[in-house]
């Protein structure tokens, strides 16, 4: 009875191979990495027979290259590197697991398992630690819309500041005052204005209507270039 439940699923030939790992690290510069252990398990009611090939057999020594595993039950793979050679670092060979019925020779199905040889265990973790701050810093990253730019030009064109106001209005309060040799004037002689100060005045009151105005066309032009897109 038992063998005709479980025949359905042998003939297919595609029963699901329990294997951990699934990648072997070995690091050149660190000896207790050359050797790993693989770990096959059978979680089924019936013994399994198994076979690691390789697709590089002489870089590496493989202990129980074949065996068997009882039902629900584990077996451990060892595997050595035995050629630690710069030219070898960074190859990607595989290892897979052919298990098949222990009545049978056909396979039930197979892992693949791959292995690499780098040079050191310390460049790994540098490179693992900084991927891992990049995607932190990326993560924790906020972004903001830019637009300081249109908020300083706002401000420049909102308006002359308090400063400006008050040098035109002493300004033009100079040009109003009587000249000096005006006796029919009821403002006093020590508020009378010779012509150069009036001059003056006047000159910084044209530098300041100049100015202002050449600050609002400033302001206008990223509009006017934004309505010219």
């Known amino acids: 009875m038992q063998q005709q439940r479980r025949q359905p699923e042998l003939v297919e030939g595609n029963l699901p191979v329990f294997v951990f790992p699934t990648e072997l690290i070995f690091y050149a510069d660190d000896q207790s990495t050359h050797?790993?252990?693989?770990?096959?398990?059978?979680?089924?009611?019936?013994?399994?027979?198994?076979?690691?090939?390789?697709?590089?057999?002489?870089k590496y020594v493989v202990v129980d290259a074949a065996g068997a595993v009882k039902p629900q039950c584990c077996v451990d793979i060892v595997i050595r590197h035995r050629d630690v050679r710069p030219c070898h670092y960074g190859?990607?060979?595989?290892?897979?697991?052919?298990?098949?019925?222990?009545?049978?020779?056909?396979?039930?199905?197979?892992?693949?398992?791959?292995?690499?040889?780098?040079?050191?265990?310390?460049?790994?973790?540098?490179?693992?630690?900084?991927?891992k701050r990049i995607k932190d810093h990326l993560a924790e990253t906020v972004f903001f819309e830019q637009n300081s730019f249109q908020q300083e030009s706002r401000a420049a064109s909102s308006g002359p500041s308090l400063l400006t106001v008050f040098l035109g209005i002493v300004c033009v309060a100079a040009l109003m005052l009587p000249s000096l040799g005006d006796a029919e004037s009821l403002v006093p002689v020590y508020l009378h204005l010779s012509v150069n100060q009036k001059l003056v005045a006047a000159y910084v009151l044209v530098l300041r209507t100049c100015t202002e105005r050449y600050g609002a066309f400033l302001g206008l032009l990223p509009r006017w270039g934004e309505a010219h897109r």
């Open 35 to 58: 050797k790993q252990v693989l770990t096959l398990y059978n979680p089924y009611e019936f013994a399994l027979k198994f076979k690691v090939l390789c697709t590089a057999p002489n």
């Open 91 to 131: 190859i990607i060979d595989k290892f897979r697991l052919q298990v098949s019925e222990q009545s049978q020779r056909k396979a039930l199905g197979k892992k693949e398992v791959i292995a690499v040889l780098l040079s050191s265990s310390k460049e790994q973790q540098h490179k693992e630690e900084e991927e």
